[in-house]
């Protein structure tokens, strides 16, 4: 994988061919919003970009989602124990945050540093992004690779603004940006195909 693969344009994510074979271009996109989730555990503060988020009921007066998480995430033990978290979905004018808790462990750096939030028993609250939601999860369960949450959303908010998707995101991103993320993406997808037992041939 190249750095130049972060600032592609067509509708495919990162390291896969946008033709072809290859099974993840059914699933893959780049149009998918981008959200940081947040948690907080006595004065330890973590937050990091979700892998994948969805719907995963119509019930609308109770609604519950899906987050994907990397069982290598370092804010994973926090989530796991409070099971609480505030999903924030990020601005298109938010690329720098897209960027720190993308790229950097929250127990290396504060990403919080220089951003506007409100901290309650959920989380914190990014109060530039378009909205955000508190959720309490409810089931959790791990796979190879990843963990799931499965969460009741207990309240949320919607403001103005368009929301970033990765695509727009990557395209923002210096070039010195886009190496930094291209070398830790390199370094996540062959790690996590190791976690994977190859089934019989």
């Known amino acids: ?36 989730a947040t948690a907080v555990q ?3 503060r973590v937050g990091f970009v979700v892998t994948w988020v969805t719907p995963a009921s119509l019930n609308a007066k109770e609604p519950r989602i899906l987050m994907v998480v ?12 409070t099971k609480k978290c505030i999903l924030n979905l990020l601005s298109e ?7 720190i808790f993308g790229s950097r462990h929250s127990d290396e750096v504060d ?16 109060l530039d992004a378009v909205g955000s939601a508190e959720v309490e999860i409810e089931t959790m369960f791990e796979t190879p690779d ?10 949320d908010s919607m403001g ?18 886009k190496s930094v ?5 390199g370094a996540d997808v062959s790690r996590d195909e190791k976690q994977f037992t190859p089934g019989p041939s």
């Open 1 to 36: 994988m190249n750095a130049s693969k972060l600032s592609v344009a067509e509708d495919h994510y990162p390291g896969s061919e946008p033709h072809g074979t290859d099974p993840m271009n059914l699933i893959n996109d780049l149009h998918h919003k981008v959200y940081v």
């Open 42 to 44: 006595a004065q330890k």
């Open 70 to 81: 990397s069982k290598f995430n370092h804010s994973l033990a926090t989530l796991r124990e």
């Open 93 to 99: 004018d938010q690329v720098r945050e897209f960027f």
């Open 111 to 126: 990403k919080f540093s220089g951003i506007r939030t409100e901290q309650n028993q959920y989380g914190l609250r990014l």
């Open 146 to 155: 990843r963990w799931i949450f499965y969460g009741k959303v207990q309240g």
């Open 160 to 177: 103005p603004g368009t929301a970033l998707t990765l695509g727009t995101a990557l395209a923002a991103l210096s070039s010195e940006e």
């Open 181 to 185: 993320l291209d070398i830790k993406m």
